[in-house]
Antibody, heavy 120, light 107 residues
């Protein structure tokens, strides 16, 4: 059974940093691109970042480019999102999501999400 | 970036109704469109990909179609489990973008 479990969310002040993790199991992690998608409370979905299976291709939303870094460790079946210079508008539930196939960029499995709150 | 415009934003319907949700892309995305269903407090669930391909395990009452840059999700006979928010997503090019969502509520 595919499982994606996010962790690392919490309350942080504007300008602060946070590192999210996503532990994957139940599939060959190293064979799939992975993604972060966020959802502002009560609002819609926003794609944040994507990384290909061997980290050859990395993409970011303009809203986080230069502040967030996506990475993965295939040996640990883990996906990460390093978030720096956090802003109030980064407050959201952050989901990690698995690509349906290698580098197709739509998502068949999602984690339960981890809440990031940026507030002074 | 490609903009995805969903309509309506809210839809009131009864069990058994045929429901149609539309998503319009700001430019051509070929058939690179997915549909998701999200229930409160849960992660989105993939329903449809490549505009009209049904994800395995998804009931056949869900279907997708396309006409140019306009895409449609149809629920042929609405069931109690279908009351949720539905999102489209284009994966033609980066940045990946989602529609604003359509809430299907009980009439």
């Amino acid at each position: 059974e595919v499982q994606l479990v996010e962790s690392g969310g919490g309350l942080v002040k504007p300008g602060g940093s946070l590192r999210l993790s996503c532990a994957a199991s139940g599939f060959m992690f190293s064979g799939y691109s992975m993604n972060w998608v966020r959802q502002t409370p009560g609002k819609g979905l926003e794609w944040v970042a994507s990384i290909s299976s061997r980290s050859s291709y990395i993409y970011y939303a303009d809203s986080v480019k230069g502040r967030f870094t996506i990475s993965r460790d295939n040996a640990k079946n883990s996906l990460y999102l390093q978030m720096n210079s956090l802003r109030v508008e980064d407050t959201a539930v952050y989901f990690c999501a698995k690509d349906w196939d290698s580098s197709v960029w739509f998502f068949d499995y999602w984690g339960q999400g981890t809440l990031v709150t940026v507030s002074s | 970036d490609i903009q995805m415009t969903q309509s309506p934003s809210t839809l009131s319907a009864s069990v058994g109704d045929r429901v149609t949700i539309t998503c319009r892309a700001s430019q051509s995305i070929s058939s690179w469109l997915a549909w998701y269903q999200q229930k409160p407090g849960k992660a989105p669930k993939l329903l449809i990909y490549k505009a009209s391909s049904l994800e395995r395990g998804v009931p056949s009452r869900f279907s997708g179609s396309e006409s140019g840059t306009e895409f449609t999700l149809t629920i042929s006979s609405l069931q109690p489990d279908d009351f949720a928010i539905y999102y489209c997503q284009q994966y033609h090019s980066y940045s990946l973008t989602f529609g604003g969502g359509t809430k299907v509520e009980i009439k």
